[in-house]
C-alpha cells in the first residue's frame, strides 16, 4: 500500500512569500500519476497540478511542481491572498488505486 | 464548461442504503471514466470508487467493497453510487470526479451524507 505524507501539516507565512510543500511516496511514484489539490474551506478540491509539473489549465505560473520516485514538492511563489487553503497530493497506483496524503495547511502568519 | 452536480444526500441510520446521483454536463459524458471521493468533514480525502467510460470495469477501496455499487447511464450523462449497509464511518461528503490520466480534474460541489 502506498501511504502519502505531506509536510509540514500546517504553514504559517504571509502574502508575498514563497513555500514548498513536501509529499512523500512510501513506495515509488510513477510521477506522470502525482497530482496536488487546493481546496478551500466550503468548496471542493480543485486540480492544480498533474503528472507532478504539469499545471492545470489557467493556473498561474507561480504554481509549480516538481519531483520523481518518492520525494515530490509544489511551491507557490509571491503568495497572493487566495492561495491559503489546504493542498493535497494524490498519486494513482495499485493498491490502494488512489490515495491522497493528509494535506498541507496554509495559514496567514 | 464542465458541470458535474451531486444528488440525493441525506440522514440515514446505520444498516441502512441510500443512493448518490451525479449529473453531468458540458463534456462528451461516455468518452470518459470517473470517479467517487469522499471526506469527512474536517478531514482529508478518501477514494471510494472508479469507473471506466463504459461502465464495464469498476474499482472500490476496501472500506467500501461489497456494500458500495458504483454504476454509470451513459444515455443519461448520470452516474449512481448505490451504498448498503452503511455504517457511521460512511458519513462524510462525497464528491464525483472526471477521471483522467490518474488524476480528477473536474470536481462536483459534493453531497452529505450522515448516518446516524
Request: glycine share 10%.
Amino acid at each position: 500500500e502506498i501511504v502519502l505524507t505531506q509536510s509540514p501539516g500546517t504553514l504559517s507565512v504571509s502574502p508575498g512569500e514563497s513555500v514548498t510543500l513536501s509529499c512523500r511516496a512510501s513506495q515509488s511514484v510513477d510521477s506522470k500519476y502525482l497530482a496536488w489539490y487546493q481546496q478551500k474551506p466550503g468548496q471542493a478540491p480543485r486540480l492544480l497540478i498533474h503528472a507532478a509539473s504539469n499545471r492545470a489549465t489557467g493556473l498561474p505560473d507561480r504554481f509549480s511542481g516538481r519531483g520523481s520516485g518518492t520525494d515530490f514538492t509544489l511551491t507557490i511563489s509571491r503568495l497572493e491572498p487566495e492561495d491559503f487553503a489546504m493542498y493535497y497530493c494524490q498519486q494513482y497506483g495499485n493498491s490502494p488505486r488512489y490515495s491522497f496524503g493528509q494535506g498541507t495547511k496554509l495559514e496567514f502568519k | 464548461e464542465v458541470q458535474l452536480v451531486e444528488s440525493g444526500g441525506g440522514l440515514v441510520e446505520p444498516g441502512g442504503s441510500l443512493r448518490l446521483s451525479c449529473a453531468a454536463s458540458g463534456f462528451t459524458f461516455s468518452t470518459y471514466s470517473m470517479s467517487w471521493v469522499r471526506q469527512v468533514p474536517g478531514r482529508g480525502l478518501e477514494w471510494v470508487s472508479s469507473t471506466t467510460d463504459s461502465g464495464g470495469v469498476t474499482y472500490y477501496a476496501d472500506s467500501v467493497k461489497g456494500r458500495f455499487t458504483f454504476s454509470r447511464d451513459n444515455s443519461k450523462n448520470t452516474l449512481y453510487l448505490q451504498m448498503n449497509s452503511l455504517r457511521v464511518e460512511d458519513t462524510a461528503v462525497y464528491y464525483c470526479q472526471r477521471l483522467i490520466n490518474g488524476f480528477f480534474d473536474s470536481w462536483g460541489q459534493g453531497a452529505l451524507v450522515t448516518v446516524s
